[in-house]
């Protein structure tokens, strides 16, 4: 919607989604089921969506409109977060819900879409502007487009987009070949590749407390900052979903998209503009500065762990080769560590260490930034030490968003003794208002035409770049696994790649 | 007549200080406890002015609902008519979110005044304030709108919002003189139109519309109806924008827009019905709260040329 117009209040007015029809393939499964339906049923209910607005189903079960509407009313139910669900609104939202059963790999199934769509631009004036959510097996992206495309679903009166979620390929040649194939049927802006972690409230506020406050970017250098620590640990292991992680591992489904993004948003150079192109130009500028490992250098600058038996809290939890669907001999790496570099004037010679891992013994994602320690210890005999202590500064993404600096203080009392002390920005306490969900935020700016929080086809290669000598030569290892045990921070391994560094792994 | 007892501004803070250290202490000396504490929280300081017999209950569950958006230091000054009255306590607002550790505590100061000593009021609300964050005044009380002592009020405020919709509240000559005077001003009876406006944005964009009936309840157009009909006329003017009343007994409020001949908007509360023809839709309204439009309100502490512009041909 331009701001140009001149009923329009940008001081304000919420940006509403332009008229449109959503299709979502694989409307029958659990994407669909847990945040799709209730993303958008919220955002109608804040009021954000047009009036010509439509949501057409697609999927393989034989369903009728009714029986879709009641299926997603069930899942909103279920699943809608922070939100009352409101009897009247579900009517008026359900109007616009339509169905229709089809086989991607049948034709005529595209067919049947594009004459239900011509019925529900006349009954819902959604201007002919359709978003397709391919919310399918990644095997079917390229197969869904080129159906949209043989039916000429890819290109209409108004605008197409095309929404895929990762992995955008399980390594660069496959996610090459995946974009040869999309990019004949739709151009680079109308492909949205959705990393949802960009649509954290938390990563995007990492981008206002770096470019919006004047204090910290002059100190966000290899001059002042020592190392930065990414983490995202889950206290939970597979959790009966063993057959499709052992496929793809912590590395590939983890760091290769999601931390790595994470990291770009951390230390990307300023961006002129907060337009999606200049944001995302210094996001894939950063992924492209990251120093690619020889095959030499995986071992000592990459870790890859799976976990065993143990214990998570009170709980006993089998390891991960005794999870249903996985082989007792897997080689999944359930745990990953890696250090990189960035090859760039700003981070020459700064360790960036990213880790992520199952059944770790809390859930947490966090930045960890820590600093340079003072260049003079002048409180060194009164405090025991204490004045060494580094500052850090903690970006926390989950579970309670906020920003706590780390720094010493001195003690009350006669004598100079300091202590670490902490500084706490909560997100929750200081912005009482529900944040919206991260599906919320990314739906609305597809809608919208607001690619600045999807990942464009550069980034992916970049990121697929990065890990790929690791993939590499992790394929021609045969680790002894398992090598760390349930409920504890990973394998010893990783503890020694920071000791290399003289750092260690904070415990969040 | 028993002399009041003077009020310091430095005491109040100084007691300020005394309740936030004895908040912070843990209650028992287990470690849970300790871990726990509170935080203090503060984004703005919020003065709100408000006739005595107001319901205490709801302006403290106002207040309340505000600081998790808005924590803020509350200054309230309740206004009562009558001998020569004027006290002030301090107290904390505290909640625990839910699956959280730490209470979130704002400050509250209530300073009760009879209204011949409001001249003293600002003298002692403005030591008061916090300092380098945004001052917004909330102006509910009656009386104070009519005391000559506003003048040495207002300026205490970075903004001041009323609601003109409000019985006794301020109403567009007030406003326009506050906007005269280089103040900055919200009336929520304008934040509450803004979902309606959004919408009327959406629907009218690129549209040219040679007439356009904002439709109403009641005889006279309230606040609200003549917000719609002053924005829509200054937003387009190559179009007629007309008034209607229905002629009843009611509020005055924004019924229906009658867009030239294919076009109907029907207001109902939380939602709007569109006709277009034989196209029927719908679109979502959300019905601000008080506390919702004063959240909205408080976001916005720079000018709103938009607003000024409307209330501007208003009162011209």
């Given at each position: 919607?331009?701001?140009?117009?001149?009923?329009?209040?940008?001081?304000?007015?919420h940006?509403?989604?332009?008229?449109?029809?959503?299709?979502?393939?694989?409307?029958?499964g659990?994407l669909?089921?847990?945040?799709?339906?209730?993303?958008?049923y919220?955002?109608?209910?804040?009021?954000?969506?047009?009036?010509?607005?439509?949501?057409?189903g697609?999927?393989?079960t034989?369903?009728?409109n009714?029986?879709?509407?009641?299926?997603?009313?069930?899942?909103?139910?279920?699943?809608?977060?922070?939100?009352?669900?409101?009897?009247?609104?579900?009517?008026?939202?359900?109007?616009?819900?339509?169905?229709?059963?089809?086989?991607?790999?049948?034709?005529?199934?595209?067919?049947?879409?594009?004459?239900?769509?011509?019925?529900?631009?006349?009954?819902?004036?959604?201007?002919?502007?359709?978003?397709?959510y391919l919310s399918?097996?990644?095997?079917?992206?390229?197969?869904?487009?080129?159906g949209l495309?043989?039916a000429?679903?890819?290109?209409?009166?108004?605008w197409?987009?095309?929404?895929?979620?990762?992995?955008f390929?399980?390594?660069?040649?496959?996610?090459?070949?995946?974009?040869?194939?999309?990019?004949?049927?739709?151009?680079?802006?109308?492909?949205?590749r959705?990393?949802?972690?960009?649509?954290?409230?938390?990563?995007?506020?990492?981008?206002?407390?770096?470019?919006?406050?004047?204090?910290?970017?002059?100190l966000w250098?290899?001059?002042?900052?020592?190392?930065?620590?990414?983490?995202?640990a889950?206290?939970?292991?597979?959790?009966?979903?063993?057959?499709?992680?052992?496929?793809a591992?912590?590395?590939?489904?983890m760091?290769?998209?999601?931390?790595?993004?994470?990291?770009a948003?951390?230390?990307?150079?300023?961006?002129s503009?907060?337009?999606?192109?200049?944001?995302?130009?210094?996001?894939?500028?950063?992924?492209?500065?990251?120093?690619?490992?020889?095959?030499?250098?995986?071992?000592?600058?990459?870790?890859a762990?799976?976990?065993?038996?143990?214990r998570?809290?009170?709980?006993?939890?089998?390891?991960?080769?005794?999870?249903?669907?996985?082989?007792?001999?897997?080689?999944?790496?359930?745990?990953?560590?890696?250090?990189?570099?960035?090859?760039?004037?700003?981070?020459a010679?700064?360790?960036?260490?990213?880790?992520?891992g199952?059944?770790?013994?809390?859930?947490?994602?966090?930045?960890?930034?820590?600093?340079?320690?003072?260049?003079?210890?002048?409180?060194?005999?009164?405090?025991?030490?204490?004045e060494?202590?580094?500052n850090m500064?903690?970006?926390?993404i989950?579970?309670?968003?906020?920003?706590?600096?780390?720094?010493?203080?001195?003690?009350?009392?006669?004598?100079?003794?300091?202590?670490?002390?902490?500084?706490?920005f909560?997100?929750?306490?200081s912005?009482?208002?529900?944040?919206?969900?991260?599906?919320?935020?990314?739906?609305?700016?597809?809608?919208?035409?607001?690619?600045?929080?999807?990942?464009?086809?550069?980034?992916?290669?970049?990121?697929?770049?990065?890990?790929?000598?690791?993939?590499?030569?992790?394929?021609?290892?045969?680790?002894?696994?398992?090598?760390?045990?349930?409920?504890?921070?990973?394998?010893k391994?990783?503890?020694?790649?920071?000791?290399?560094?003289?750092?260690?792994?904070?415990?969040? | 007549?028993?002399a009041?007892?003077?009020?310091?501004?430095?005491?109040?803070?100084?007691?300020?200080?005394?309740?936030?250290?004895?908040?912070?202490?843990?209650e028992?000396?287990?470690?849970?406890?300790?871990?726990?504490?509170?935080?203090?929280?503060?984004?703005?300081?919020?003065?709100?002015?408000?006739?005595?017999?107001?319901?205490?209950?709801?302006?403290?569950?106002?207040?309340?609902?505000?600081?998790?958006?808005?924590?803020?230091?509350?200054?309230?000054?309740?206004?009562?008519?009558?001998?020569?009255?004027?006290?002030?306590?301090?107290?904390?607002?505290?909640?625990?979110?839910?699956?959280?550790?730490r209470?979130?505590?704002?400050?509250?100061?209530?300073?009760?005044?009879s209204?011949?000593?409001?001249?003293?009021?600002?003298?002692?609300?403005?030591?008061?304030?916090?300092?380098?964050?945004p001052?917004?005044?909330l102006?509910?009380?009656?009386?104070?709108?009519?005391?000559?002592?506003?003048?040495?009020?207002?300026?205490?405020?970075?903004?001041?919002?009323?609601?003109?919709?409000?019985?006794g509240?301020?109403?567009?000559?007030?406003?326009?003189?506050?906007?005269?005077?280089?103040?900055?001003?919200?009336?929520?009876?304008?934040?509450?139109?803004?979902?309606?406006?959004?919408?009327?944005?959406?629907?009218?964009?690129?549209?040219?519309?040679?007439?356009?009936t904002?439709?109403?309840?009641?005889k006279?157009?309230?606040?609200?109806?003549?917000?719609?009909?002053?924005?829509l006329?200054?937003?387009?003017?190559?179009?007629?924008?007309?008034?209607?009343?229905?002629?009843?007994?009611?509020?005055?409020?924004?019924?229906?827009?009658?867009?030239?001949?294919?076009?109907?908007?029907?207001?109902?509360?939380?939602?709007?019905?569109?006709?277009?023809?034989?196209?029927?839709?719908?679109?979502?309204?959300?019905?601000?709260?008080?506390?919702?439009?004063l959240?909205?309100?408080?976001?916005?502490?720079?000018?709103?040329?938009?607003?000024?512009?409307?209330?501007?041909?208003?009162?011209?």
């Open positions: 919607m331009s701001q140009e117009t001149p009923l329009q209040d940008p001081l304000r007015f940006r509403k989604a332009p008229p449109c029809a959503v299709v979502i393939y694989g409307a029958n659990d669909t089921k847990r945040k799709l339906m209730p993303a958008l919220r955002l109608a209910y804040e009021g954000r969506l047009a009036p010509g607005f439509a949501v057409v697609v999927s393989r034989a369903m009728t009714d029986e879709f509407r009641d299926r997603m009313k069930e899942s909103v139910k279920k699943f809608l977060e922070d939100s009352p669900f409101d009897e009247d609104l579900w009517h008026s939202f359900a109007q616009g819900l339509s169905y229709v059963a089809g086989d991607v790999g049948d034709p005529a199934s595209f067919g049947e879409v594009a004459k239900h769509l011509a019925v529900v631009e006349q009954a819902h004036k959604t201007e002919d502007n359709v978003l397709f399918t097996q990644p095997s079917q992206y390229a197969e869904i487009a080129e495309a043989a000429g679903l890819n290109k209409g009166k108004g197409r987009r095309i929404v895929i979620e990762k992995p390929g399980h390594d660069l040649e496959s996610a090459r070949a995946l974009q040869a194939r999309l990019q004949k049927c739709f151009n680079e802006n109308e492909i949205y959705i990393d949802h972690y960009l649509g954290k409230e938390t990563v995007q506020n990492i981008m206002a407390f770096r470019f919006g406050n004047g204090i910290f970017e002059p250098n290899r001059t002042y900052i020592d190392h930065v620590q990414i983490t995202a889950e206290s939970i292991g597979v959790e009966g979903r063993g057959a499709y992680y052992q496929e591992g912590a590395l590939r489904d760091i290769q998209n999601h931390l790595l993004q994470v990291m948003t951390v230390a990307m150079e300023p961006a503009s907060f337009t999606s192109d200049a944001v995302r130009d210094e996001r894939a500028k950063l992924l492209r500065a990251i120093r690619i490992m020889r095959p030499d250098q995986v071992a000592d600058n990459a870790v762990g799976q976990y065993g038996p143990g998570s809290g009170s709980e006993r939890v089998v390891g991960f080769r005794q999870e249903k669907g996985v082989s007792p001999d897997s080689q999944t790496d359930t745990y990953a560590a890696v250090t990189f570099l960035v090859d760039n004037w700003r981070w010679g700064v360790p960036f260490y990213i880790r992520t199952k059944a770790l013994p809390k859930r947490v994602s966090e930045i960890a930034i820590q600093f340079r320690v003072a260049p003079l210890a002048m409180f060194r005999k009164a405090t025991a030490g204490a060494t202590v580094p500064l903690i970006l926390r989950q579970p309670e968003e906020g920003i706590s600096l780390k720094f010493v203080s001195k003690r009350p009392g006669s004598g100079m003794q300091l202590r670490p002390v902490s500084m706490d909560n997100y929750g306490s912005f009482g208002e529900r944040s919206p969900s991260a599906y919320e935020t990314l739906l609305l700016d597809a809608i919208s035409g607001d690619a600045t929080l999807y990942t464009r086809q550069d980034m992916v290669e970049a990121s697929w770049t990065a890990v790929q000598p690791i993939m590499d030569y992790w394929t021609t290892q045969k680790f002894n696994f398992p090598n760390y045990e349930a409920g504890t921070w990973g394998p391994e990783a503890d020694e790649m920071l000791a290399r560094w003289g750092h260690t792994w904070r415990k969040p | 007549m028993p009041v007892e003077a009020i310091k501004p430095d005491k109040i803070l100084k007691e300020l200080g005394e309740l936030w250290t004895n908040i912070g202490k843990p028992s000396s287990d470690e849970e406890s300790q871990d726990g504490g509170v935080l203090r929280a503060c984004a703005m300081t919020l003065i709100s002015f408000v006739d005595d017999e107001e319901d205490a209950a709801a302006l403290s569950e106002t207040l309340a609902v505000l600081m998790k958006e808005h924590p803020s230091r509350a200054v309230v000054v309740r206004v009562k008519e009558g001998e020569d009255a004027l006290s002030a306590r301090v107290f904390a607002q505290c909640w625990m979110p839910f699956g959280h550790r209470q979130i505590c704002c400050e509250q100061v209530e300073i009760t005044a209204m011949d000593r409001l001249a003293d009021v600002a003298a002692i609300v403005a030591p008061l304030a916090v300092p380098d964050l001052r917004v005044i102006l509910r009380s009656a009386r104070v709108v009519r005391a000559g002592a506003i003048r040495k009020i207002l300026p205490l405020g970075d903004k001041i919002v009323v609601d003109s919709a409000r019985p509240a301020p109403g567009f000559g007030e406003l326009g003189g506050l906007l005269d005077a280089g103040h900055i001003a919200g009336d929520l009876a304008w934040t509450r139109i803004t979902e309606t406006r959004s919408l009327l944005a959406q629907i009218l964009e690129g549209r040219k519309a040679a007439n356009i904002v439709e109403y309840d009641g006279e157009a309230g606040p609200e109806t003549r917000y719609l009909h002053a924005w006329e200054s937003c387009l003017p190559d179009t007629r924008v007309a008034l209607k009343g229905s002629g009843t007994a009611a509020c005055g409020k924004p019924r229906t827009i009658r867009v030239d001949s294919d076009l109907t908007i029907q207001l109902t509360r939380g939602c709007a019905e569109i006709e277009r023809g034989d196209v029927h839709q719908w679109a979502n309204l959300p019905v601000g709260t008080d506390e919702e439009l959240n909205a309100e408080l976001n916005i502490v720079v000018h709103d040329h938009i607003f000024e512009r409307v209330l501007n041909q208003i009162t011209a």
